[in-house]
C-alpha cells in the first residue's frame, strides 16, 4: 500500500510539473507575440506589463473561459421555448450587442447566442450546448476578432473554424452557415492585415463550399478607407444602431432569399 501511495504521488509530482512546463512554454511564447506586435506597432511595454498581458491573455483564451455565460442560456433555455429550427446567430459581442435582432430579421425566426468576447474556440468547446441543441436550419456566425486580438495567428483563427465546421457538417449536415466576415474598426486597426487576412480565407472557403456563405462587411463599414466613426460607440470596437442597420441591409435579405425557397 505504502508503496501503491509513493507511486500515485510520484505521478501526480510528475503531471504537475509537466502541465506547469505547458503552461511556461504557452506564456513564452505569448510573450514574445506581444513584443514582436508592439514593435511592429511602435509601442513599449515593460517587463512586467508583458508578462501580465500574457497571463491573461493565455487565461482568456481557455476554452472553459466563458462557462459561466453558457450556463446562463442554459438556465434560459430550462424556462423559454425557443422556434423550432431557428436562425442561430452565435458568436462572440458583436452578436450578443444586437439588441434589435429580432426585429431587424423578422419575421424570421431568430435567436442570438452571442456572448463575451468569445473566440472560435469557445464556441467549439460549447458547440453541443449553444449550437446543436437548437437544431438550427441556419447559422450567422460572426467571430475571430477576437482572436486576433490575443494574437493569434490568421491560420490559426481559421483552423479553428475549420473545427466548428466541420462539427456542423457532421452534426447539423443539413444546416448552412453564413459568416459574417471581420469588421473593421478604430479600435482594432493595428489588426487590419491580419484581419483581411483571416476573411480571405474564409470567403476562399466560402467559393469553394456550397454549404457557407461568407457575407463582407469590410467595404461598407468604410469612409475614405477608414473604419466609419459614425457606425462606432464610444469604444471604437462595438456598433451602435447604425452599424448594426448596415449589417441588417447586408444579412437580412440573403436570408430572406435562402429561406424563401424551403415555402
Known amino acids: 500500500m505504502l508503496k501503491l501511495k509513493s507511486l500515485q504521488s510520484f505521478f501526480f509530482s510528475l503531471l504537475a510539473m509537466l502541465i506547469m512546463n505547458s503552461c511556461s512554454q504557452e506564456l513564452i ?4 507575440r506581444i513584443r514582436v506586435q508592439a514593435e511592429k506597432n511602435g ?10 498581458t500574457a497571463a491573461y491573455l493565455l487565461e482568456w483564451g481557455r476554452p472553459n473561459f466563458y462557462e459561466e455565460q ?12 425557443h422556434a423550432e429550427n431557428p436562425i442561430l446567430f ?11 435582432l429580432k426585429q431587424d430579421m423578422s419575421p424570421l425566426p431568430v435567436l442570438n447566442r452571442g456572448f ?3 473566440h472560435i474556440s469557445h464556441v467549439n468547446n460549447h458547440f453541443d450546448q449553444i449550437v446543436y441543441a437548437y437544431d438550427p436550419k441556419g447559422i450567422v456566425f460572426f467571430c475571430g476578432t477576437n482572436d486576433i486580438a490575443a494574437l493569434k495567428t490568421p491560420e490559426e483563427v481559421y483552423k479553428d473554424f475549420l473545427i466548428f465546421y466541420e462539427k456542423v457538417q457532421q452534426q447539423l449536415p443539413e ?8 469588421k473593421p474598426s478604430i479600435a482594432r486597426a493595428y489588426l487590419k492585415d491580419e484581419e483581411q487576412e483571416f476573411n480571405q480565407k474564409i470567403a476562399r472557403l ?12 469590410w467595404g461598407p463599414m468604410l469612409i475614405e478607407d477608414k473604419p466609419d466613426a459614425s457606425m462606432f460607440v464610444e469604444d471604437g470596437l462595438h456598433m451602435n444602431a447604425k452599424g448594426y442597420k448596415i449589417w441588417t441591409s447586408l444579412v437580412k435579405p440573403i436570408l430572406d432569399n435562402t429561406f424563401s425557397e424551403e415555402d
Do not use: H, M, P
Open 29 to 32: 511564447e505569448i510573450e514574445e
Open 43 to 52: 509601442t513599449e511595454y515593460t517587463d512586467i506589463e508583458i508578462k501580465k
Open 70 to 81: 453558457i450556463n446562463k442560456f442554459l438556465e434560459i433555455d430550462k424556462f423559454t421555448e
Open 90 to 100: 452565435v458568436g462572440s459581442s458583436s452578436i450578443r450587442f444586437w439588441k434589435t
Open 116 to 118: 463575451g468576447g468569445a
Open 175 to 182: 444546416t448552412k452557415i453564413f459568416f459574417i466576415g471581420i
Open 206 to 217: 466560402s467559393n469553394e463550399n456550397n454549404n457557407i456563405q461568407f457575407i463582407d462587411v
